[in-house]
């Protein structure tokens, strides 16, 4: 699909969340290491401005379930308009579909184990911010 990926990673203060956004961008370089196209970015703002500044054309957007599409699609045809940024959608595999942060925080922040669920680096990494001190 592209020589190259860039995750791009908003900075969203409206947003709380678990991690803060250097722990995040660190679990998501140890995360695709293994993956030498791929690297992490960090941006705020309008993402349009962002695929701008690096010369991108094309965003890649993956979708769990139509209420996914519903909203990604009007943020698509917006940066098409703003920016000519071109979005392709890509469904996400059916044995995640069910998935989002918020369940796999629950569950880990209960003692479940998230092990098939996520990367083994977010998995320690939830076990060391809930206090966790199960098997690692």
Same mark, same amino acid.
């Given at each position: 699909?592209?020589?190259?990926?860039?995750?791009?990673?908003?900075?969203?203060?409206?947003?709380?969340? *678990?991690?803060?956004? #250097?722990?995040?961008?660190?679990?998501?370089?140890?995360?695709?290491?293994? *993956?030498?196209?791929?690297?992490?970015?960090?941006?705020?703002?309008? *993402?349009? #401005?962002?695929?701008?500044?690096?010369?991108?054309?094309?965003?890649?957007?993956?979708?769990?379930?139509?209420?996914?599409?519903?909203?990604?699609?009007?943020?698509?045809?917006?940066?098409?308009?703003?920016?000519?940024?071109?979005?392709?959608?890509?469904?996400?595999?059916?044995?995640?579909?069910?998935?989002?942060?918020?369940?796999?925080?629950?569950?880990?922040?209960?003692?479940?184990?998230?092990?098939?669920?996520?990367?083994?680096?977010?998995? *320690?990494?939830?076990?060391?911010?809930?206090?966790?001190?199960?098997?690692?």
């Amino acid at each position: 699909m592209a020589d190259e990926v860039t995750i791009a990673v908003l900075v969203n203060r409206t947003k709380q969340s *678990l991690f803060t956004l #250097d722990e995040r961008v660190d679990l998501l370089n140890a995360s695709v290491a293994h *993956l030498a196209n791929v690297k992490v970015d960090v941006f705020e703002g309008l *993402l349009v #401005d962002w695929c701008r500044a690096h010369g991108v054309k094309h965003v890649i957007k993956g979708l769990r379930a139509v209420s996914d599409f519903d909203y990604e699609l009007q943020m698509a045809q917006l940066n098409f308009r703003l920016a000519e940024v071109e979005t392709a959608f890509v469904s996400t595999n059916p044995q995640y579909s069910y998935l989002s942060s918020s369940m796999v925080k629950e569950i880990a922040q209960y003692g479940g184990d998230v092990s098939a669920l996520v990367p083994d680096v977010v998995r *320690l990494a939830l076990l060391k911010k809930f206090g966790a001190a199960k098997e690692a």
